[in-house]
C-alpha cells in the first residue's frame, strides 16, 4: 500500500470523498473512512488533512486511515440535544 497525505475537497455521498493528495502533487482520489474511523465515529469535512492508503494498482481509489488534528484549536461543535446552547 502508498500512504501519503492530502486534503478532502468535497464529501460526495455514500460515505465517500474526494481527495486531493499532496504527493503526486494535485492528484485526485476517490476515498472511503477506514473501519475504525467509522466505528470511533470520526467526522470528516471538507478541508480536514488527512492520510491515504492508496493500492499501486488503481491510483484512483483510497482507504482514510487517519485524520490530523487541527493545529489552530477544535472545530466549532452544536449540541444537537439542547438547542438553547447553541446561540451562545
Not at 488533512?49 to 466549532?76: C, F, H, M, Q, W
Request: aromatic share 6%; hydrophobic share 30%; glycine share 10%.
Amino acid at each position: 500500500m502508498i500512504e501519503t497525505s492530502g486534503v478532502i475537497e468535497k464529501e460526495q455521498g455514500n460515505g465517500f470523498y474526494l481527495v486531493t493528495l499532496e504527493q503526486p502533487e494535485g492528484h485526485q482520489c476517490l476515498c472511503r473512512a477506514a473501519g475504525k474511523l467509522t466505528k470511533f465515529r470520526i467526522k470528516l469535512l471538507a478541508g480536514d488533512k488527512v492520510l491515504v492508503e492508496i493500492s499501486p494498482y488503481d491510483l484512483s481509489r483510497g482507504r482514510i486511515t487517519y485524520r490530523e488534528r487541527n493545529a489552530g484549536g477544535a472545530r466549532p461543535t452544536t449540541n444537537k440535544n439542547n438547542p438553547k446552547r447553541n446561540n451562545k
